[in-house]
């Protein structure tokens, strides 16, 4: 029977297991995190260090994380891992949104609250005890990530000092006149009962009723021929109790046309549309536009003369070329109103009901409102045609249903004064993608003045009091001193608790009539503004942070959100931009590139693949995608990564198990005493770490992944450790030849688990642990410094020689391969190699001389100049049965370097 050599061997040991499990054991190393207090070691062993600030955009704590959070926080934890790595003092404060409708409405649905009759501080009371619910449920979610950061102590919008700096903000705006109160249509909710900014608003396809209505002209100026009606087309009849003007374009020609109804007008450019095709009738009159100045016409349906007016805004592509204007219901409406004294109607209440002077509209919706328009019209004779159509529509981003332009009194920031301002102080950032320079500007540039109030109570009050006796607001400095100190001291909620002369100084009287008789704005802030204050409320206002912030990380949604809100105020406040760089990363979509939603049943939950694959391989996956792009994951996905993840934890665990028996502090060889082999991968670990570290300074976490996978698959797996068990396994323990290999196989071991350490912190972690370290070396791989690679690594010439070495190597093994399947060898290691080289590979390979068969994976290489290519035939030498290599015999079994090792353990097994 044959001996069994393995007890010779010097086989792999380490307690560092094959299967991850990671799902089990990420939550233990988490713990021990948590016992050893890792986030304030990290802070007091940085302390005193260069800042970097990654500031949190709050997300909103009303629901579980989901597969978009994952992928942000991932993101930001590589930023705040990798910057901390780097020397630098990274604090990472995780930052909540809980202010605002969508609480609101959840928590009277869950209560069962009857919104006009709920006492306010109770209200407000069930929405905090919601928010922070929800809260502790996301912060667990998001530590099961492993995202490292100061969750005892987050930023939250509820908080009173976050509370009071907002009204010090609103303050500082006020005094600069950015603040005013005035008439102007805005987004209104009526299902919400608020107004809206342009952030809450996204739009969908939805059908509409389209009309084409008839205006009796009733004073023609002598322009027009008698019984003219002027064609309005309109995609909401609903609003037509509200016109008061016909705009038309001053540069456009318009026609009078015969028609069984009389004569009409209508752009010229519009006649064939008109009549749907059919023949037009005869044209009787042709003007342009800005002749129609002041003709007069009648209501359709109420008794109201209806004046045209002109606006550049308004176009040929579709309708009739004349726009039905009613000053209530739209911005370019109302801004036209304005400069022609036209009446700004609004007959709409906050529930989107018709008030009495809307006729028989009175008391029905302007939904409800909409049939019985087109009877009035159609009763009338005033309706010329109707048909229904689909156009994207606004709709409220919260509860999904269709807004409405609304006139209404509200706050407003005034943008236009701080345009060039704002557009200057981002121009200054750098933004990722590049992209977003233009598009943030674009947003400015095009941006209204901000409507900032809201009709709710969940949220910070506008901090303004109203002279009782004249009406005017009190925009006083005192005033907002006074409010916020009370805010800071107990929260909103004072606002509501305490009466309103309790935040009137002693001293300040109305400054319009000398009143002392106060009341309180009743609106909240909008949510946007609450958020967008958090550069002041948590960077300027805690010293352990800093303002600006060096990057904000966010989807692409914040240009019109947080992003846009954060730099508005503060422009308005401080004077330049809250940030230095911003980063956008894209949506997660499904495996088929759409866009998840229950309804589909193609929700991806972070905590199910949490669950199943680990926090390692999800952050892994966020890793290996192009963030600045839309992105997908799926299980099937997921589980290419995890195949990925099984290669680079493999990897680690060889090196782990092939180190088991090697101290670095007194087993390592210096650089110089290295074979050629061992110092090639020391060259190619210069190589990868110097492009990690580079794609990790510019944020592109795919190239960092796709370095460390090529790094362990290739270099390593396909190559040097493939080369290397023969030595590792096969030649004593403290051989020179074997230490070297360890001594490079420690140094990528090292490297390695450091340069994975912020996309894979538990296994990089646990890898960190189970390795032997050097003096001065932290317990935890997240305290200890980016690998520092020594220059003498780099080594261009020898480079040059293995690079063509490795190619030959693939040239070798395919000839190999060949040789197997015609019967000419039974495997590769019994072949016997006749390389003839050109004469610059020869040069090159030379030098490697009587390794190079141990490179090639062969039994022997005779290596000629003459470029005659490669031959491949059985060795003659017969197999070792101890190393399995094809060498000559010094026993039956055993080859002549086998047969020493072994004499000499046994030698050593008798002393």
Request: with cysteine; charged share 25%; aromatic share 8%.
């Amino acid at each position: 029977m044959a001996e069994d050599w393995r007890a010779t061997l010097n086989l792999p040991e380490t307690s560092f297991p094959m299967k991850a499990d990671l799902p089990r054991r990420e939550p233990t190393m988490q713990q021990k995190w948590a016992e050893e207090g890792l986030y304030a070691a990290i802070r007091a062993a940085r302390r005193g260090a260069p800042k970097f600030i990654l500031h949190d955009g709050p997300p909103y704590a009303n629901g579980n994380v989901h597969m978009g959070h994952a992928l942000n926080k991932s993101l930001k934890d590589f930023i705040v891992r990798y910057r901390t790595m780097r020397g630098m003092d990274a604090p990472y404060v995780p930052g909540w949104d809980t202010h605002g409708l969508p609480i609101e409405l959840q928590t009277i649905r869950q209560m069962h609250l009857n919104r006009d009759r709920a006492e306010p501080l109770e209200l407000r009371a069930h929405c905090q005890a919601f928010a922070l619910s929800f809260i502790g449920t996301m912060t667990e979610q998001f530590r099961r990530l492993g995202v490292l950061g100061d969750w005892d102590h987050p930023y939250i919008t509820l908080q009173p000092g976050y509370e009071a700096e907002e009204v010090a903000a609103f303050g500082r705006m006020a005094e600069r006149g950015l603040i005013y109160r005035g008439l102007r249509p805005v987004y209104w909710c009526c299902d919400c009962r608020t107004a809206l900014a342009e952030a809450e608003i996204e739009f969908h396809p939805t059908a509409a009723t389209a009309v084409t209505v008839l205006f009796p002209v009733e004073d023609g100026m002598g322009r027009l021929p008698e019984g003219t009606s002027a064609a309005i087309w309109t995609t909401t009849p609903w609003t037509l109790p509200a016109n008061t003007g016909i705009t038309a374009h001053p540069d456009l020609s318009y026609v009078v046309a015969d028609s069984p109804r009389g004569p009409v007008l209508v752009a010229e450019s519009r006649l064939a549309a008109f009549f749907g095709g059919g023949e037009p009738g005869t044209i009787v009159a042709r003007l342009r536009g800005s002749q129609l100045a002041g003709v007069v016409c009648a209501h359709p349906f109420l008794s109201r003369l209806v004046p045209i007016v002109l606006g550049d805004y308004v176009t040929a592509d579709d309708g009739t070329g004349l726009v039905h204007t009613a000053p209530g219901h739209g911005r370019d409406d109302f801004e036209t109103g304005q400069r022609y004294g036209l009446p700004t109607i609004q007959p709409l209440d906050d529930r989107g009901r018709f008030g009495p002077e809307a006729g028989e509209l009175a008391g029905l919706s302007y939904r409800e409102a909409e049939p019985v328009v087109l009877r009035l019209l159609t009763d009338r004779g005033r309706l010329w045609s109707s048909e229904r159509i689909e156009h994207e529509y606004a709709h409220c981003w919260r509860c999904k249903e269709p807004v409405i332009w609304r006139a209404t009194e509200q706050w407003f920031v005034g943008v236009e004064a701080l345009r060039k301002e704002a557009i200057a102080a981002a121009a200054k950032v750098h933004w990722l993608p590049g992209w977003g320079a233009a598009r943030m500007a674009d947003m400015v540039k095009g941006r209204q003045d901000w409507c900032v109030s809201r009709q709710r109570v969940w949220g910070v009050p506008i901090p303004v009091l109203y002279c009782v006796g004249c009406g005017h607001p009190l925009l006083l400095h005192p005033i907002f001193d006074r409010v916020a100190e009370v805010v800071g001291a107990e929260g909103a909620d004072a606002w509501w608790r305490r009466p309103a002369s309790d935040f009137l100084p002693q001293e300040i009287a109305c400054p319009h009539c000398g009143g002392r008789d106060v009341r309180k704005e009743e609106d909240i802030l909008d949510v946007w503004f609450d958020s967008g204050c958090s550069s002041l409320s948590v960077l300027a206002a805690d010293s352990s942070l800093a303002w600006p912030a060096d990057v904000y990380l966010e989807g692409p949604d914040q240009f019109r959100g947080w992003f846009q809100s954060s730099l508005l105020i503060a422009v308005a406040t401080v004077g330049e931009a809250p940030y230095r760089s911003v980063i956008t990363n894209g949506w997660v979509l499904d495996g088929q590139g759409r866009a998840m939603h229950k309804s589909l049943g193609n929700v991806v939950e972070p905590a199910e693949m949490v669950d199943r694959w680990g926090a390692d391989v999800l952050r892994l996956w966020a890793a290996s995608v192009d963030y600045t792009t839309d992105v997908r994951v799926s299980e099937d996905l997921l589980a290419q990564v995890g195949e990925i993840y099984r290669k680079i934890r493999n990897t680690i665990r060889y090196l782990l198990g092939n180190l088991s028996d090697f101290d670095p502090n007194a087993d390592a060889l210096s650089v110089v005493e290295l074979p050629e082999r061992d110092r090639y991968i020391l060259h190619r670990l210069a190589q990868v770490a110097s492009q990690v570290d580079t794609a990790y300074e510019a944020n592109r976490f795919s190239a960092v992944f796709s370095a460390i996978r090529d790094f362990c698959a290739q270099d390593l797996s396909s190559f040097y450790l493939d080369v290397a068990k023969d030595r590792l396994y096969c030649t004593p323990v403290e051989d020179p030849v074997r230490r070297a290999t360890q001594t490079a196989m420690y140094e990528v071991l090292r490297a390695l688990v450091l340069l994975a350490a912020p996309i894979l912190p538990h296994t990089a972690d646990e890898a960190w642990r189970a390795m032997r370290q050097r003096p001065g070396d932290p317990g935890s791989v997240h305290l200890a410094f980016w690998p520092e690679i020594p220059s003498t690594w780099s080594d261009a010439a020898l480079a040059r020689r293995w690079d063509t070495l490795l190619r030959l190597r693939t040239e070798v093994s395919l000839a190999v391969e060949r040789a197997m399947a015609d019967g000419t060898i039974g495997r590769a290691s019994e072949a016997s190699i006749d390389l003839s080289l050109s004469p610059e590979d020869w040069a090159a390979i030379e030098p490697i001389g009587e390794e190079l068969a141990d490179q090639l994976l062969v039994a022997e290489v005779a290596a000629t100049s003459g470029g005659g290519g490669i031959r491949v035939q059985a060795s003659a030498a017969p197999r070792c049965a101890r190393c399995w290599r094809h060498r000559p015999a010094a026993t039956a079994d055993l080859c002549e370097r086998c047969a020493r090792v072994v004499g000499l353990l046994e030698r050593r097994g008798h002393s």
